[in-house]
């Protein structure tokens, strides 16, 4: 079965400083990874997704992530944070094996400061 | 991508009650799922809604509890029945579509308080 699982359920970090939210992940094959942002009162947005290929994946708003097999992670980087990051970040996995159904993190809030 | 709604965005229920959502894509998808998120929680699958066939639930989710329809490529809809505060979550549609591969596009989300 796939599992996922974000460490930090908060990040507090200062705008325009660095920012990194971990996603560890179990499945037996390769699974294909997610990230999702979802800012209050929202829906989820996609930022990027890995599914072969080149291990650093590029998103929208300037977010990154590195697919590290080795590790079984998947964690979301973006080098200067604005304050419209502020929001709910979900790491997710799915598998075509699993038809397609995706397994979220628990997530990882992200406030940032002034 | 897909341009999703739900309807209604939100809605304040009384216990015993049942409530309909409804989500509308404006292009054939071939997949749909239901999701649920619990107050401060993660994403739960409920099932994938089947286009002409009998939804699949998750483990700990039943048919007569979330009853789903999908008579089209375009459109699903959820019923939460026989309602109780423990239903009190936003519940989220989710579209696949065979040019997007595997990826899930969310709708914005149905706000459910249950009195």
């Known amino acids: 079965a796939q599992s996922v699982t974000q460490p930090d359920i908060h990040i507090t970090v200062s705008e325009g400083a660095s920012l990194e939210l971990r996603c560890n992940y179990s499945y037996g094959a390769t699974p294909y990874l997610f990230w999702y942002v979802q800012s209050p009162g929202q829906g989820l947005q996609l930022l990027l997704k890995?599914?072969?290929?080149?291990?650093l994946v590029q998103g929208i708003k300037g977010f990154e992530a590195e697919f590290k097999r080795s590790q079984s992670s998947f964690n979301l980087r973006k080098p200067s944070v604005h304050w419209s990051d502020a929001a709910e970040y979900f790491c997710a996995v799915g598998a075509k094996a699993a038809g397609n159904k995706l397994t979220f993190g628990g997530g990882t809030r992200v406030l940032v400061k002034p | 991508s897909a341009v999703i709604s739900q309807k209604p965005s939100r809605d304040i229920c009384q216990r015993g009650t049942s409530l309909t959502i409804q989500c509308q894509v404006d292009?054939?998808?071939?997949?749909m799922f239901w999701y649920r998120q619990q107050p401060g929680q993660s994403l739960t699958l409920i099932a994938t809604a089947n286009q002409g066939s009998e939804a699949t639930y998750e483990s700990g989710f039943v048919i007569d509890k979330f009853p789903i329809s999908r008579p089209n490529l375009t459109f699903s809809t959820l019923t939460v029945s026989n309602m109780s505060p423990e239903d009190s979550s936003i519940y989220l549609c989710?579209?696949?579509?065979?040019?997007?591969?595997?990826?899930?596009?969310f709708g914005p989300g149905t706000r459910l308080l249950v009195l």
């Open positions: 989710s579209v696949g579509t065979s040019g997007s591969g595997e990826t899930q596009y």
């Open positions: 890995y599914f072969s290929g080149d291990t």
């Open positions: 292009s054939q998808v071939t997949m």
